[in-house]
């Protein structure tokens, strides 16, 4: 079972930095996707940007040039710089894992228990 945990959010000014970490434990598969979602008040959860294992990325429109994910595969953990803070960033930011074994055509998909992050002068 793979459990994720979540750091690194916080109370930040507009125009601020922060950096998120998400660390996986347990046995994760070598084909996998990990990834930030958020979800602010009254509104649904929606991608922030995520990174398969064999290196491409998507962001949203949103965040594209202002956020960076990255990864660590060696510590099963995945980054999320986030510069240039707006308040329309504040939001409970959830990661998320997607793996599968090499003879599974479906992913598994996991969640972290979400870190908030308030954008705010």
């Known amino acids: 079972q793979v459990q994720l945990v979540e750091s690194g959010g916080g109370l930040v000014q507009p125009g601020g930095s922060l950096r998120l970490s998400c660390e996986a434990s347990?046995?994760?598969?070598?084909?996998?996707?990990m990834g930030w979602y958020r979800q602010a008040p009254g509104k649904q959860r929606e991608l922030v940007a995520f990174?398969?294992?064999?290196?491409?990325?998507t962001y949203a429109d949103s965040v594209k040039d202002r956020f960076t994910i990255s990864r660590d595969n060696t510590k099963n953990t995945s980054y999320l710089q986030m510069n240039n803070l707006k308040p329309e960033d504040t939001a409970v930011y959830y990661c998320?894992?997607?793996?599968?074994?090499?003879?599974?055509?479906?992913?598994?998909?996991?969640w972290g228990q979400g870190t908030q992050v308030t954008v705010s002068s």
């Open positions: 990174e398969s294992s064999n290196g491409s990325q």
């Open positions: 998320n894992l997607k793996d599968r074994p090499p003879s599974q055509l479906w992913f598994s998909n996991y």
């Open positions: 347990g046995s994760v598969f070598a084909i996998n996707i």
